[in-house]
């Protein structure tokens, strides 16, 4: 089962339970986990046709860059770290390059018997936006946190061919609770879209902005609702919707498929819009806060369970004194795993087995509700495989120039993604 904790009440009940929000800002940069998946794969956008346009007529087909980067402070990127990553970094990086993290520096093993369980080999997926138009910077919805706006935007790939609708797959980036880079991970969302898919990158906000899981929850769902409004625009297939997402997004993703049905979350403009989803693809997301920690040695457990840290505003609001350690009834309401529902769309997750920032069990026992509950699910295990393709922790074995490709943009990888896509496509 998912939860070890006592739930201190009905799960049904805990799932529509709104956390109240505070509305104290400015809690500093912690040492906790996630806070690196704003940048997963050495292929990110830098941003540079980021000027808005209408449709994708008015848009040009945009490459892939590769100009070199270098750390905040002026110093070297550490070896094997992708050179291309969002240049606005986030504060706390220091000059060295590598994240001030908690990440575990020794994983348990866990039983997967019911994963599919893969050694990723073999060739690296080509970044190559040659066969999408791609069109950037759309404003899809200006939602208000404790008075303050907050413009959000898309970018959004539309396969060239598109003269009959395309299934749609809305990427949610990570960012540790904190970031939503919508331009990170080109390459993987590129190679989705070449293979037949609409796919628009979002953005959400975040603990940065004063927000919550629900705010971001939200969030996810308004973007959903404006492309279904804005289908004709984009070749979009409404009745084909996707949500993928790494981390943070995969967390978003988890529990925007987890939620189809209940109109909760749905605040803003298209209502006349449906932002239920046809499937879930979860990379590495987590799940029930108070367990993501589980595998990991106690220093690890400490830095994630720390009070007032981002996943703990992540639940409870800017500016709390509380930790997401014990399964409050706000913990558990942001839990996944208490949405279930016949409804529930079908999930694809997927982890690392050294994941050192999210507990690799936090993908299985989400994996187990959903199963126990009789929605369709599938779990694949990246044997040696890291927290993306970033290079840290102790998973990081492929560096720069390495023969070796990335576990996480393989072809054998990204297969198993696309193989889930045209699976549930009706």
């Known amino acids: 089962m998912l939860h070890q904790h006592s739930s201190p009440t009905d799960p ?7 956390p109240a929000r505070r509305r104290a800002r400015g809690t500093a940069l912690l040492a906790v986990t996630l806070v690196t998946a704003l940048a997963l794969t050495a292929c990110s956008s ?3 046709s980021d000027e808005a346009a209408a449709a994708p007529s008015s848009a040009s087909p945009s490459a892939c860059p590769t100009a070199e980067m270098s750390a905040p402070g002026g110093g070297e990127m550490p070896e094997g770290m992708p050179t291309d990553m ?10 060295g390059g590598a994240m001030d993290l908690g990440e575990a520096t020794s994983i348990k093993e866990i039983d997967d018997s019911t994963s599919t369980v893969i050694d990723p080999q073999g060739p690296s997926i080509t970044c190559d936006t040659s066969a999408v138009t791609t069109t950037n910077d759309i404003t899809y919805a200006t939602p208000t946190t404790d008075g303050t706006s907050t413009e959000l935007k898309l970018d959004i790939q539309v396969p060239k061919d598109s003269s009959e609708a395309k299934p749609l797959v809305v990427y949610i980036t990570g960012g540790g609770w904190q970031r939503a880079e919508r331009t990170g991970n080109l390459d993987q969302r590129t190679y989705v879209a070449n293979q037949g898919y609409v796919v628009a990158s979002v953005q959400y906000r975040t603990t940065a902005d004063g927000g919550t899981y629900e705010d971001a929850l939200t969030d996810v769902k308004s973007a959903i609702r404006y492309l279904r409004a804005n289908a ?9 919707v996707f949500v993928w997402g790494q981390s943070a997004g995969g967390y978003l993703a988890a529990m925007t498929g987890a939620t189809n049905g209940d109109d909760t979350y749905d605040a803003g403009d298209n209502l006349d819009q449906s932002s239920d989803v046809q499937g879930v693809v979860d990379e590495f997301g987590p799940a029930n806060l108070s367990r993501i920690a589980d595998d990991y040695d106690q220093a690890a457990k400490d830095s994630n369970y720390e009070a007032g840290n981002p996943a703990a505003q992540w639940v409870y609001g800017a500016g709390t004194t509380e930790s997401t350690e014990e399964y409050t009834s706000e913990v558990a309401a942001a839990d996944p795993a208490t949405h279930i529902t016949s409804d529930t769309a079908p999930f694809l997750l997927l982890h690392g087995s050294a994941d050192p920032l999210v ?8 994996f187990n509700s959903l199963t126990e509950e009789g929605v369709e699910a599938e779990r694949v295990v990246l044997t040696g495989a890291g927290h993306g393709d970033m290079a840290f922790g102790p998973a990081a074995t492929a560096t720069e120039g390495s023969e070796s490709a990335l576990p996480w943009s393989t072809e054998e990888t990204m297969s198993h993604i696309t193989d889930f896509l045209a699976a549930n496509t009706g």
């Not at 049904?12 to 709104?18: C, K, V």
């Not at 969002?86 to 220091?94: E, F, N």
């Not at 004709?232 to 084909?240: L, R």
């Open 12 to 18: 049904a009940a805990i799932g529509r339970r709104r």
């Open 232 to 240: 004709d625009t984009y070749t979009i297939d409404t009745g084909n």
């Open 86 to 95: 969002p240049s606005d970094m986030p504060s706390g990086m220091p000059a």
């Open 359 to 366: 507990s690799p069990s936090q993908t299985l026992n989400l």
């Open 46 to 48: 830098d941003d540079s």
